[in-house]
C-alpha cells in the first residue's frame, strides 16, 4: 500500500542541473532507507546515492561532489540535486524506499522511474 512517484527529469546540456523529487504515500510506520538508482539502456541499475532517516549519505564514486541526496521526513520525500551534469548520466532514474510498517516489518518499494537525458 506504498507509492513512490518521482519527478523533476528532463533534458538539460552538460555541466547543467536537475532537482529530482520523489514522494512516498500510503500506510506506513516511517521510512529507513530511502535512495535514488539509474538505469541506462543495455546496463545494471545501479545505486546513486542513498540516506538513512538519520541524514546519514552514501553516494557512488562517479557522482560524489556533483550529486546531493536529501530528505524531508515530515513530507516523505527524497531529493537528489544534480549538477555538473555529464553525458554519462543519462538513465533512467528511480526512488527507493525500505519502508516499515506498524507491524515492524521492513519492505522495499520502487517508483515508476524518470528520464534524465544529458546532451554533449
Known amino acids: 500500500q506504498v507509492q513512490l512517484v518521482e519527478s523533476g527529469g528532463g533534458l538539460v546540456q552538460a555541466g547543467g542541473s536537475l532537482r529530482l523529487s520523489c514522494a512516498a504515500s500510503g500506510s506506513f510506520f516511517g521510512i529507513n532507507i530511502m535512495g535514488w538508482y539509474r538505469q541506462a539502456p543495455g546496463k545494471q541499475r545501479e545505486l546513486v546515492a542513498s540516506i538513512t532517516s538519520g541524514g546519514s549519505t552514501n553516494y557512488a564514486d562517479s557522482v560524489k561532489g556533483r550529486f546531493a541526496i536529501s530528505r524531508d521526513n515530515a513530507k516523505n520525500t527524497v531529493y537528489l540535486q544534480m549538477n555538473s551534469l555529464k553525458p554519462e548520466d543519462t538513465a533512467v532514474f528511480y526512488c527507493?524506499?525500505?519502508?516499515?510498517?506498524?507491524?515492524?516489518?521492513?519492505?522495499?518499494?520502487w517508483g515508476q522511474g524518470t528520464q534524465v537525458t544529458v546532451s554533449s
Open positions: 527507493s524506499a525500505s519502508v516499515l510498517n506498524r507491524r515492524g516489518s521492513l519492505s522495499d518499494y
